[in-house]
């Protein structure tokens, strides 16, 4: 959600906002061994550059109209695996305050898949966490409700239901 919400100055590279990823992780002596973010081309090309978001140094800018993944997770020796991974598209947002020459930058989700909230450790989230999940499942729901058959439907509205 962190990287979901970034907003940032043209000119950031993804190792930039990799530490928004992994930042709660971090805060509890944890991590992932995967970059958090690839590049996905014209062709739906996996893993296709310049662009990526991982700790591992990238000179690319995010630009926009790049897609780039947003998958952070983690991995329990083990015991288990966590990843939710959906598409962004870099998108200009605004004009810096401070410079209006340059541009202000951001991420639209592409992926309108629910999360699933038994996941979600509700109590964890900021208000500005659960403003978002709530934004992206109404965005969601309404999107794909026209789209599908009654039953689904009744599912859809219950998998996206406010937290």
Not at 23 to 29: F, R, Y
Not at 72 to 87: A, S
Not at 106 to 131: H, K, N, S, Y
């Amino acid at each position: 959600i962190a990287l979901a919400q970034a907003r940032f100055p043209a000119g950031t590279t993804g190792p930039q906002l990799d530490t928004l990823a992994r930042h709660a992780l971090w805060q509890d002596g944890l991590d992932y061994d995967h970059g958090t973010g690839h590049g996905v081309g014209c062709f739906l090309g996996v893993h296709e550059g310049p662009q990526r978001i991982a700790k591992v140094q990238n000179n690319a800018a995010l630009e926009p109209g790049m897609v780039v993944s947003d998958e952070p997770g983690y991995y329990k020796t083990g015991g288990y695996g966590i990843r939710t991974e959906n598409l962004v598209v870099v998108t200009e947002v605004g004009r810096m305050t401070d410079d209006a020459s340059k541009a202000l930058l951001g991420f639209e989700t592409l992926t309108l898949a629910p999360i699933d909230r038994q996941l979600v450790e509700v109590t964890m989230l900021t208000a500005a966490e659960r403003a978002w999940l709530n934004d992206y499942h109404l965005r969601v729901r309404e999107t794909l409700t026209p789209l599908v058959d009654a039953a689904t439907r009744a599912w859809l509205a219950s998998a996206t239901a406010a937290v």
